[in-house]
């Protein structure tokens, strides 16, 4: 059975910082890139981070600088690092499995096959 469970979201002040773990399990880990995504209420689902098997890293531009994405495959878990956190960095937390992404298609959500539940984050201002 494929699952992906995020873990480690909760509730900041603006400036703090938090670390959410993806644990993956029923599907090859490390065969597949990973991405993070976040959905905030009422609004579209946006990428944040990309990382792919030997551990090259893309970010969005709101989070660049702040967020540090990585993996151990040794364990089958991807991280999100999450420092001087915003309220604007307020959503659901997704992590997801893709083969790809193909040329470049990191951020879109049609490249990732597996998806977790979601773990909330809120930061207050």
């Known amino acids: 059975q494929v699952q992906s469970v995020e873990s480690g979201g909760g509730s900041v002040q603006s400036g703090g910082s938090l670390r959410l773990s993806c644990a993956a399990s029923?599907?090859?880990?490390?065969?597949?890139?990973m991405g993070w995504f976040r959905q905030g209420l009422g609004k579209e689902r946006e990428w944040v981070a990309y990382v792919n098997n030997p551990g090259n890293t893309n970010y969005a531009d709101s989070v660049k600088g702040r967020f540090t994405a990585s993996r151990d495959n040794a364990k089958n878990t991807l991280y999100l690092q999450m420092d001087s956190l915003k309220p604007e960095d307020t959503a659901m937390y997704y992590c997801a499995a893709g083969l790809g992404p193909y040329g470049g298609r990191w951020y879109a959500e049609d490249e990732y096959k597996y998806w977790g539940q979601g773990t909330q984050v809120t930061v207050s201002s």
């Open positions: 029923g599907y090859t880990y490390n065969q597949y890139c």
